[in-house]
């Protein structure tokens, strides 16, 4: 039988089932389902397992091609909705009893009645696509392979479903990894979640047949946790203390330069002044972080940052933009703004923000920061430099892969050094613009390396081998 990849998108599906935007796993799952060599793949099946059940299913290429769309991704969502809320169908009463959380009840009750059309017309405000029968995949053989982009803990049931899958029919799993802060540090993660996912990948690893990570970091990291935990093969007992720490190979996925949209380096600057001026930003000047509110984002060190530059700093200092939802043990950071009424109007968090208003935020400020105590790779990073802003950022864990040269960076453990960096490129206009020119050089003569198709084929090849 011709081999397959079956790409499982069970947490995007999960993910756009209750959020409109997407956070660093979601995006990356986008962009990698979307590179050309995933979608001119012909051995290539998008599929995602259904809750309280050990069923997988395919998912509509039509929605995926709309969530991708910028202009349309509103329908897209609309339409995994939809499919998610259908998916319930093919639950056993058991173990979707098993399975269930209360936020599950609106799709449950959906899907049970039938009425995904009535969900993915509420969500799209258009009539709805006629729905036809989820397609399942009922002869699953060695020659499979399932590519889990990253979320594997997306349903309690999840991994244990797939073991059994793994059981039954011999397909391999690919795992991409895009670090293991839950694991090793439970203390950033919300309570109720960081146990799952530890929980979830240590009963994972052992039917992991390759590892793709994000970065060299992030590959030496699950090394060394596989190798300590004696995560190998079901059946081998912990390697001993002179033996390789995890037979499993571990590929570093070569991760792609994009800015967001269909045509963002082009983008009209009237459409951007129109959204600009939404956030109150048409006039101003301002300094753009992007990510989760929550701990390991260092955002207290920027707000410190931004309040001494603010007394010191001979120049006027631009405001500073939080783009992100707010995160696990993000209430210190909430009340210190709040309590100095958002530094006296100097910084502005907007947690609801489109892909389309983020490109224009991209586009339109002085320079990004990424100051994280620790990253696995680094997305912003990458999204800034590839709208040609340039971008401060920590040199921790998988960051500087991220940016490479292009990028300025300081010890996230200093905090006068990003303090310094920042008022360099303020007090120095002409210098961020030399970075600018260069960014702008850098990416038209590197077209190459813009994208995601090497990413894309990555995955492939490591499926088809």
């Given at each position: 039988m011709p081999k397959r990849l079956l790409f499982d998108i069970s947490g995007l599906l999960g993910w756009y089932a209750y959020f409109p935007n997407p956070s660093g796993i979601q995006r990356v799952t986008e962009h990698l389902l979307s590179s050309k060599a995933i979608q001119q793949s012909t051995r290539t099946e998008f599929v995602a397992r259904a809750i309280g059940s050990d069923v997988l299913y395919v998912v509509?290429?039509?929605?995926?091609?709309?969530?991708?769309?910028?202009?349309?991704?509103?329908?897209?969502?609309?339409?995994?909705?939809?499919?998610?809320?259908?998916?319930?169908?093919?639950a056993s009463p058991g173990r979707l009893r098993r399975e269930f959380r209360y936020f599950h009840l609106p799709y449950a009750i959906a899907g049970t009645l039938g009425l995904e059309a009535l969900i993915?017309?509420?969500?799209?405000?258009?009539?709805?696509?006629?729905?036809?029968?989820?397609?399942?995949?009922?002869?699953?053989?060695?020659?499979?392979?399932?590519?889990?982009?990253?979320?594997?803990?997306?349903?309690d049931g999840y991994v244990e479903s797939i073991i059994e899958v793994k059981r039954r029919t011999g397909m391999r799993v690919v795992q991409l990894v895009h670090d293991l802060f839950a694991v090793e540090r439970p203390d950033w993660a919300h309570p109720g979640f960081g146990h799952v996912i530890t929980g979830q990948f240590e009963r994972l690893a052992p039917y992991v047949d390759r590892w793709l990570a994000t970065s060299k970091f992030v590959r030496s990291t699950l090394s060394d946790y596989l190798g300590t935990h004696g995560l190998g093969a079901p059946g081998l007992g912990a390697p001993g203390r002179h033996e390789r720490p995890h037979a499993r190979p571990i590929d570093v996925l070569p991760m792609g330069w994009q800015a967001l949209g269909n045509s963002s380096r082009n983008a009209g600057v009237e459409g951007d002044q129109r959204i600009l001026g939404k956030y109150g930003l048409s006039a101003r000047k301002y300094i753009l972080h992007v990510g989760t509110v929550e701990p390991r984002k260092n955002l207290m060190s920027l707000i410190e940052a931004m309040s001494d530059l603010h007394r010191q700093n001979s120049k006027p200092v631009p405001c500073?933009?939080?783009?992100?939802?707010?995160?696990?043990?993000?209430?210190?950071?909430?009340?210190?703004?709040?309590?100095?009424?958002?530094?006296?109007?100097?910084?502005?968090?907007?947690?609801?923000?489109?892909?389309g208003e983020l490109a224009a935020l991209y586009r339109g400020a002085q320079f990004a920061v990424v100051p994280s105590t620790i990253e696995g790779w680094g997305l912003p990073i990458r999204e800034s430099l590839a709208h040609g802003l340039p971008c401060i950022a920590s040199r921790a864990g998988g960051m500087e892969e991220s940016g490479?040269?292009?990028?300025?960076?300081?010890?996230?453990?200093?905090?006068?050094?990003?303090?310094?960096?920042?008022a360099h490129w303020i007090n120095d206009e002409a210098e961020l613009q030399r970075v600018r020119t260069r960014l702008e050089i850098h990416f038209r003569s590197e077209a190459a390396s813009l994208g995601w198709d090497a990413a894309g084929a990555a995955v492939l090849r490591v499926a088809f081998e």
């Open positions: 509509d290429r039509e929605a995926l091609h709309d969530l991708c769309d910028i202009e349309r991704r509103p329908l897209g969502i609309a339409k995994l909705r939809a499919i998610f809320a259908q998916s319930m169908r093919l993915e017309g509420l969500f799209s405000r258009q009539i709805p696509t006629r729905r036809t029968a989820l397609r399942t995949l009922p002869a699953l053989t060695a020659s499979d392979t399932l590519f889990n982009p990253g979320d594997f803990w997306c349903h500073c933009v939080l783009v992100g939802r707010e995160g696990w043990r993000s209430e210190g950071i909430r009340r210190r703004l709040e309590s100095t009424r958002f530094e006296d109007g100097r910084i502005l968090w907007l947690k609801n923000v489109s892909d490479q040269d292009l990028a300025a960076y300081f010890d996230p453990a200093d905090a006068d050094g990003l303090k310094a960096a920042m």
